[in-house]
């Protein structure tokens, strides 16, 4: 199954029933998937307007308590920034996908992870962050959307499934059946029909008092806090005994583990960190490895956008090098080897 | 499948059944417990235009799913053997179909197997199926899957509703491995 497809199943696998697209390479097959599957568990897929009347209708959905996705691709996403923001302001769970293409502009529709700082630092204007799910195999394509749904409904906040062009086209073998669900919290503030039980319910991102605003915002802060002490998700491959640990996510990673290898067999011990959450970081991890590694190099197909972070998590304890390609172009693990093999030299390891 | 990692480049026209034969090679991986990833060329894409897709099946955990230096190239038109022929791994194998591709390898560190799967396919009454010919063959020199096996799994998808293409793909199948 392509990993465009994978999402889509998990989505409805995780119970969601409203899923509002537009159509933008490489991501259509969500949108193709979905219109052919919702009607047949009696969700709906609506290929809206616009992607920016896509992410609204998102809002509208997900403050009714039920379950819902967009997707698109990089300047799609750009547009639904603003909904995004929105979503936060309200306080709404919500999934959104962006299988990367290159950029800026239209850019390509080659794989690229350049919205990178977009995704973590800065989807919509205002004090806020994202959960952002990075994606490196078809099957957690699959795993990691039913995640986001649950992550989502538990803290009350949109999540980011950050892929790339390469899984989102590629096919892998895939199965649906090995994650758990978790427990999850009563939807109290959905504004669905309740028959004059209660009182209404009201969604809104509009606090024109300042001390009110600032007390939501201190609200989500707090949940951030615990997003942060208990959802950071990483794979450490060969970091052991490394010398030198990559740092790449998604795509990057894979050639990254890749390149590991051919650098091990020319005797530079090289391991890799592959953070599955971007936002939270995994700056514990790192900044544990930083007490046994000697340098750090971030991978990316960017022209280094989260070598910034792997800087930060390890607070300059350790040199952090980069290599990427960009552009849509996908480096070749023996170039990354090459670079590790550089750097041992470098450092006389 | 016998032990190792098989990193395959097929490669043609848009409407040649490239990105098929990649799908039933990576299923047959998938279905024996194996590795596999599938990786197509995508874009403005359209039938005529160029088309190929990567397929790595391996006993160990695949990273990056590109295919730039083939252990096995399966190319179906001119264009695809300018391209990749060169880049066909030392001790690797190409697979080209005769009939499309007037022309032979100069390299002798590949074994070059060359089968006329276009006119054979048409000779024969299998129009669209050179793809499908030259896995056939492919599976008859690479060893990589057993045939009865292959055969199984390839037709296995196809709805009872299309079941005249149960016995074309197995004729053509056949026919490529017994060229």
């Known amino acids: 199954m392509k990993g465009n497809e994978a999402i889509a199943e998990a989505a409805i696998n995780a119970g969601c029933l409203y899923y509002f697209g537009y159509p933008i390479t490489p991501q259509t097959e969500i949108s193709e998937y979905m219109a052919k599957r919702m009607p047949k568990v009696g969700g709906l897929c609506l290929q809206a307007e616009s992607e920016i009347a896509a992410v609204n209708m998102l809002l509208g959905a997900s403050a009714s308590g039920t379950r819902a996705m967009t997707s698109s691709s990089s300047p799609g996403i750009s547009l639904k920034s603003e909904g995004i923001s929105y979503l936060v302001g309200s306080d709404l769970p919500a999934v959104v996908v962006n299988v990367q293409r290159g950029g800026p502009g239209l850019g390509g529709i080659q794989p690229s992870q350049a919205d990178y700082y977009q995704a973590t630092k800065a989807y919509g204007h205002g004090d806020m962050h994202l959960i952002v799910l990075a994606p490196s195999t078809v099957q957690e394509m699959a795993t990691l959307t039913g995640e ?9 906040t949109p999540v980011i499934i950050l892929a790339d062009g390469a899984i989102g086209q590629m096919m892998e073998p895939v199965d649906f059946s090995t994650r758990k669900p978790r427990e999850l919290p009563e939807k109290t503030w959905a504004t669905c029909g309740h028959r004059g039980a209660r009182k209404h319910n009201i969604v809104n991102s509009l606090l024109m008092e300042p001390e009110e605003l600032e007390r939501s915002i201190r609200d989500r802060f707090e949940r951030y806090r615990k997003i942060e002490e208990n959802e950071v998700m990483c794979e450490k491959y060969m970091t052991d005994d490394a010398d030198i640990v990559v740092v790449a996510f998604g795509i990057a990673a894979r050639i990254a583990k890749t390149a590991a290898q051919i650098a091990r067999s020319r005797g530079v011990k090289a391991g890799v960190l592959r953070p599955i959450t971007l936002w939270p970081f995994p700056n514990k991890e790192i900044s544990a490895l ?43 693990p023996a170039d990354v080897a090459e670079k590790l093999c550089a750097m041992a030299r470098e450092l006389s390891i | 499948m016998k032990q190792g990692t098989y990193n395959i480049l097929i490669a043609g026209f848009g409407g040649q059944g490239v990105l098929f034969a990649g799908k039933a090679l990576a299923k047959m991986g998938m279905h024996e417990g194996l590795h596999v990833t599938w990786l197509p060329s995508y874009g403005p894409e359209m039938r005529g235009g160029a088309a ?23 190319a179906l038109n001119i264009p695809s053997f ?40 048409s000779d024969n009454g299998l129009s669209g199926l050179a793809n499908v010919i030259m896995l056939g063959h492919v599976i008859k020199k690479t060893g990589i899957f057993d045939y009865d096996a292959f055969l199984k799994d390839l037709v296995s998808g196809i709805p009872a509703s299309r079941s005249a293409l149960v016995e074309g793909n197995t004729k053509a199948l056949r026919l490529g491995f017994e060229y």
């Open chain 1, 148 to 156: 986001a749904f649950d992550l989502a409904d538990i803290y009350r």
């Open chain 1, 290 to 332: 930083a007490d046994t590694a000697k340098a750090f190099l971030s991978v990316e197909l960017s022209m280094g956008q989260m070598v910034t972070d792997v800087k930060l998590a390890c607070e300059c304890r350790r040199p952090v090098d980069f290599f990427g390609r960009t552009g849509g172009v996908i480096p070749a």
């Open chain 2, 52 to 74: 190929n897709c990567s397929v790595i099946i391996s006993d160990e955990e695949i990273g990056s799913p590109l295919v730039p230096d083939p252990d096995i190239l399966i």
């Open chain 2, 82 to 121: 300018d391209k990749f022929e060169p880049h066909i791994k030392p001790g690797g194998m190409l697979f080209a179909d005769s009939a499309m591709i007037d022309r032979k390898t100069a390299r002798t560190d590949i074994e070059a197997h060359y089968i006329p799967a276009s006119s054979l396919a």
